[in-house]
């Protein structure tokens, strides 16, 4: 079996940097800045041809990873490989393999044209530019963005250069192609575009393998052949989507809809209850809870808890476990 | 992997070269604007000291053969000013804007040497500022009458390059700097700009700094590392022979000339080894990824 990219105990610490005409700053309460750990002994392997979804909050260690794949950053300790390479004595064979993408990128120069632009980005990569032209043009038309080919840069929407920036992604032909959240903050349909040609572009073209990192559950849940879950710099877990949410079938979701509460922390203490997680719409009336139940029967306990609250329920539902209830399950909060 | 990439090295990186350089040619069309704030305004910096030295050559008794020549020592200073800025703010601090933009990741992440990336946006800065440099120049001769003696051509043209390459290789050297410092590497450039306006000799010829005593010597020494000053040196003395006897010169333009020549090369090695360990330190620190450092 090939591997696109392997990690064995891949840590990534970053300390305070030194500063020559300033001094250390501290922190709010004058400590001293510690050191963070962004990626904790991360043992990862990715096949080649897979779409592999990283699946984690912010701050979880996802693009820190992707930085280190993508040879921009050097690792503290421990080994990443990329297509056989390893990031730190070897970048230049999968430099010429690699492309990243990521959500709300502004790269390249406002002046140039979305068509100028790409086929700037391609040169690095030593594409002809008959080449490099004859892939824009066809990338345009997929993602929707011919009309806009002769268009300056600064003058598009930030759907459009996220699509022009997809299109540079694709143009240098990758065999690995990092995605770090690549359909963030985009309307539905131009994430329904980047979603569909990502997909196809695996599917379809031998060799391709995409990483993917996103806190979209849907998204992950679609287009993943395998995810991994993680957490302050940790993997809690590989799998494929279907298989991660099979473990939660011997415990039971449940999702009310309440009035605001007082005090959640007593529903930790309720017998059965594995974990849970609080959604507020900040001003909105209604608070949104899920629970991961070991025991079907805490349900009535959690149902007293929010009646004895003075709250009342608008909703409760059982429902079929969901790539979210899984990272709840785990993490023991929601993604957002 | 089921796919091996092989690309012609050579091939990459002119593509490279030529691709970075398209923004800074491109922007040139795309924003006329630019050729009066760049190009025009500068002029009249310029005319104050034509103004200074014109009048004095106009007392009773002046020899006017040095006006000409003072003029055209401002004119030729100002040519040379234009390079020295496209350097020191477009060249050396160009890596900071590009981690600013977003843009520096993805350079550094593309197979391409970074001595390609740098050499792209010295080309492109050249092409730009020469704008600059040619309407200071035309300015010189039609607006402000000065007369270029142009006997040895090749020569001029030789000490030209060799002062543009050493002084771009000097920018590309900087820059790596840039890359790790961000910045806090700014206070360099603004500590760079006006000193070297006056230890180079811009407006002046640059002997003239032996006047000031036992320190004129070793701003002189120091400034001889500054390209622009060997290379305008050696300009003045092709293109205005005999002035004041050759009292103002400051080496044999042959020797001007050698010494640029391994200041091309100096820097050329400097910026490539330099950029190689600050890119590496730039990465241990996690610095090529985060803006606003």
Same mark, same amino acid.
């Given at each position: 079996?090939?591997?696109?990219?392997?990690?064995?105990?891949?840590?990534?610490?970053?300390?305070? #940097?030194?500063?020559?005409?300033? =001094?250390?700053?501290?922190?709010?309460?004058?400590?001293?800045?510690?050191?963070?750990?962004?990626?904790?002994?991360?043992?990862?392997?990715?096949?080649?041809?897979?779409?592999?979804?990283?699946?984690?909050?912010?701050?979880?260690?996802?693009?820190?990873?992707?930085?280190?794949?993508?040879?921009?950053?050097?690792?503290?300790?421990?080994?990443?490989?990329?297509?056989?390479?390893?990031?730190?004595?070897?970048?230049?064979?999968?430099?010429?393999?690699?492309?990243?993408?990521?959500?709300?990128?502004?790269?390249?120069?406002?002046?140039?044209?979305? #068509?100028?632009?790409?086929?700037?980005?391609?040169?690095?990569?030593?594409?002809?530019?008959?080449?490099?032209?004859?892939?824009?043009?066809?990338?345009?038309?997929?993602?929707?963005?011919?009309?806009?080919?002769?268009?300056?840069?600064?003058?598009?929407?930030?759907?459009?250069?996220?699509?022009?920036?997809?299109?540079?992604?694709?143009?240098?032909?990758?065999?690995?192609?990092?995605?770090?959240?690549?359909?963030?903050?985009?309307?539905?349909?131009?994430?329904?575009?980047? =979603?569909?040609?990502?997909?196809?572009?695996?599917?379809?073209?031998?060799?391709?393998?995409?990483?993917?990192?996103? /806190?979209?559950?849907?998204?992950?849940?679609?287009?993943?052949? =395998?995810?991994?879950?993680?957490?302050?710099?940790?993997?809690?877990?590989?799998?494929?989507?279907?298989?991660?949410?099979?473990?939660?079938?011997?415990?039971?979701?449940?999702?009310?809809?309440?009035?605001?509460?007082?005090?959640?922390? =007593?529903?930790?203490?309720?017998?059965?209850?594995?974990?849970?997680?609080?959604?507020?719409?900040?001003?909105?009336?209604?608070?949104?809870?899920?629970?991961?139940?070991?025991?079907?029967?805490?349900?009535?306990?959690?149902?007293?808890?929010?009646? #004895?609250?003075?709250?009342?329920? /608008?909703?409760?539902?059982?429902?079929?476990?969901?790539?979210?209830?899984?990272?709840?399950?785990?993490?023991?909060?929601?993604?957002? | 992997?089921?796919?091996?990439?092989?690309?012609?090295?050579?091939?990459?990186?002119?593509?490279?070269?030529?691709?970075?350089?398209?923004?800074?040619? $491109?922007?040139?069309?795309?924003?006329?604007?630019?050729?009066?704030?760049?190009?025009?305004?500068?002029?009249?910096?310029?005319?104050?000291?034509?103004? $200074?030295?014109?009048?004095?050559?106009?007392?009773?008794?002046?020899?006017?053969?040095?006006?000409?020549?003072?003029?055209?020592?401002?004119?030729?200073?100002?040519?040379?000013?234009?390079?020295?800025?496209?350097?020191?703010?477009?060249?050396?601090?160009?890596?900071?804007?590009?981690?600013?933009?977003?843009?520096?990741?993805?350079?550094?992440?593309?197979?391409?040497?970074?001595?390609?990336?740098?050499?792209?946006?010295?080309?492109?800065?050249?092409?730009?500022?020469?704008?600059? +440099?040619?309407?200071?120049?035309?300015?010189?001769?039609?607006?402000?009458?000065?007369?270029?003696?142009?006997?040895?051509?090749?020569?001029?043209?030789?000490?030209?390059?060799?002062?543009?390459? +050493?002084?771009?290789?000097?920018?590309?050297?900087?820059?790596?700097?840039?890359?790790?410092?961000?910045?806090?590497?700014?206070?360099?450039?603004?500590?760079?700009?006006?000193?070297?306006?006056?230890?180079?000799?811009?407006?002046?010829?640059?002997?003239?700094?032996?006047?000031?005593?036992?320190?004129?010597?070793?701003?002189?020494?120091? +400034?001889?590392?500054?390209?622009?000053?060997?290379?305008?040196?050696?300009?003045?003395?092709?293109?205005?022979?005999?002035?004041?006897?050759?009292?103002?010169?400051?080496?044999?333009?042959?020797?001007?000339?050698?010494?640029?020549?391994?200041?091309?090369?100096?820097?050329?090695?400097?910026?490539?080894?330099?950029?190689?360990?600050?890119?590496?330190?730039?990465?241990?620190?996690?610095?090529?990824?985060?803006?606003?450092?």
């Amino acid at each position: 079996m090939d591997l696109a990219v392997e990690t064995q105990q891949l840590t990534r610490v970053f300390t305070q #940097r030194r500063k020559i005409f300033r =001094r250390r700053r501290n922190g709010e309460n004058g400590e001293s800045e510690g050191p963070v750990t962004a990626l904790d002994h991360v043992d990862l392997q990715i096949r080649d041809g897979e779409l592999f979804g990283l699946l984690g909050p912010n701050g979880a260690g996802k693009t820190t990873l992707i930085k280190i794949l993508a040879t921009l950053l050097l690792p503290t300790s421990g080994i990443a490989k990329v297509a056989g390479h390893d990031v730190t004595k070897d970048p230049l064979p999968i430099r010429l393999k690699i492309n990243m993408v990521s959500g709300g990128e502004s790269s390249g120069y406002g002046l140039l044209t979305t #068509r100028e632009n790409v086929w700037m980005f391609s040169q690095f990569y030593g594409v002809s530019s008959k080449t490099a032209k004859a892939r824009i043009d066809k990338l345009l038309h997929t993602f929707g963005l011919w009309e806009k080919r002769n268009a300056k840069v600064r003058n598009l929407s930030s759907g459009q250069r996220q699509k022009m920036n997809m299109i540079r992604g694709f143009v240098t032909d990758p065999d690995i192609l990092f995605l770090d959240e690549p359909t963030l903050g985009l309307d539905v349909n131009a994430s329904r575009v980047i =979603r569909d040609y990502v997909k196809s572009w695996v599917k379809t073209t031998a060799g391709k393998t995409v990483l993917l990192t996103t /806190h979209y559950m849907m998204e992950a849940d679609e287009l993943c052949d =395998r995810l991994a879950i993680i957490d302050h710099g940790k993997i809690l877990a590989v799998d494929t989507p279907e298989n991660l949410k099979r473990r939660l079938k011997k415990e039971t979701t449940f999702r009310l809809e309440v009035d605001p509460l007082k005090d959640t922390s =007593r529903f930790k203490t309720i017998p059965g209850v594995k974990n849970f997680s609080l959604k507020s719409d900040g001003g909105a009336s209604l608070e949104k809870l899920t629970f991961i139940l070991e025991d079907e029967a805490a349900v009535s306990d959690i149902v007293s808890e929010v009646v #004895r609250q003075g709250s009342k329920i /608008h909703h409760l539902q059982k429902t079929e476990p969901t790539l979210e209830d899984v990272f709840i399950s785990m993490v023991g909060r929601s993604l957002e | 992997m089921t796919s091996t990439r092989s690309v012609n090295p050579l091939a990459l990186n002119l593509r490279a070269v030529v691709g970075r350089a398209y923004p800074r040619i $491109i922007g040139a069309n795309r924003e006329p604007s630019w050729v009066f704030f760049d190009a025009i305004l500068p002029l009249l910096g310029i005319a104050a000291y034509v103004f $200074i030295y014109e009048g004095f050559f106009r007392a009773p008794g002046a020899d006017r053969t040095f006006a000409n020549a003072m003029i055209g020592f401002v004119v030729l200073g100002g040519t040379m000013t234009a390079f020295w800025m496209n350097v020191l703010w477009s060249m050396a601090s160009q890596l900071y804007w590009e981690k600013e933009m977003g843009n520096l990741q993805l350079y550094m992440m593309a197979p391409m040497s970074r001595m390609a990336l740098l050499g792209g946006m010295a080309l492109g800065g050249m092409f730009m500022t020469s704008t600059r +440099a040619i309407v200071t120049l035309v300015a010189g001769v039609f607006v402000f009458g000065v007369h270029f003696d142009l006997a040895n051509p090749l020569m001029i043209l030789a000490v030209f390059f060799a002062t543009l390459v +050493a002084l771009y290789g000097m920018g590309m050297m900087l820059a790596s700097l840039y890359l790790l410092y961000g910045r806090e590497a700014w206070h360099m450039s603004a500590l760079l700009e006006e000193p070297i306006f006056l230890v180079s000799g811009f407006y002046f010829p640059i002997r003239a700094i032996e006047g000031v005593g036992a320190w004129g010597r070793a701003v002189l020494f120091g +400034a001889a590392i500054i390209p622009a000053t060997l290379g305008l040196d050696a300009l003045r003395q092709l293109i205005f022979p005999g002035f004041f006897g050759g009292k103002f010169w400051l080496l044999s333009v042959e020797l001007e000339f050698a010494i640029l020549v391994v200041l091309c090369v100096v820097f050329l090695v400097l910026a490539r080894v330099s950029l190689g360990y600050l890119e590496m330190l730039a990465k241990r620190e996690g610095r090529l990824t985060s803006r606003h450092q």
